[in-house]
Nanobody, 122 residues
């Protein structure tokens, strides 16, 4: 059983900062790419950022220069530092991990966290 748990969401004023965390636990052999997605009300889910196991990163254009993703492989955790937040950043943020689960028959698949709400408002 693999579980992804996000934390760090909340309410913040514009130009404020938040740091999201996503910790993976369970029988994990390897974690490859870890991604952040977000979904605002009545909007489609969009990819925000990702980081590979080689520490290559990607950011969607709207967050470049403001958001930074990083990972701690020893703790199976990925972070999303969000600075200069804007109201349009308000959404439920989800993490996703491409990983191999251990066991008698190791399997590689994608896992999702439960989401954490970020609200940016004055």
């Amino acid at each position: 059983q693999v579980l992804l748990v996000e934390s760090g969401g909340g309410s913040v004023q514009p130009v404020g900062s938040l740091r999201l965390s996503c910790a993976a636990s369970g029988n994990i052999v390897s974690i490859y790419t870890m991604q952040w997605y977000r979904q605002a009300s009545r909007e489609q889910c969009e990819s925000v950022a990702h980081i590979t196991n080689g520490d290559s990163t990607y950011y969607t254009d709207s967050v470049k220069g403001r958001f930074t993703t990083s990972r701690n492989n020893a703790e199976n955790t990925v972070y999303l530092q969000m600075n200069s937040l804007k109201p349009e950043d308000s959404a439920v943020y989800y993490c996703n991990a491409d990983l191999t689960q251990g066991g008698l028959l190791p399997s590689r698949r994608s896992y999702w966290g439960q989401g954490t709400q970020v609200t940016v408002s004055s």
